[in-house]
């Protein structure tokens, strides 16, 4: 079963890419289209581990989906895919 990984767990000396996003809606997206399969609102501002919880979710909801590709956007801001 193939999952989404999500690009925002932050390294020292590396970017906080939630910076400025953290509030935007998580939309999952077939992987090269503009369609949305999915919009999550977030309850509070998005933090790597909520986004790996709400995904593992996700996975279940749309498991044919997520086997063909998919990735994830906060607003236009892309933070994961199953192709990472």
Do not use: K, N
Not at 46 to 65: K, P, S
């Amino acid at each position: 079963m193939s999952c989404i990984t999500f690009v925002t767990d932050q390294s020292p000396g590396e970017p906080d890419i939630l910076q400025g996003v953290q509030l935007q809606p998580l939309l999952i997206r077939p992987l090269g289209s503009s369609q949305v399969l999915l919009r999550v609102l977030p309850s509070g501002p998005w933090t790597h581990d909520a986004l790996v919880e709400t995904g593992r979710g996700i996975e279940q909801m749309l498991a044919t989906e997520i086997e063909q590709g998919v990735d994830a956007y906060l607003g236009s801001r892309w933070v994961g895919s199953t192709e990472v």
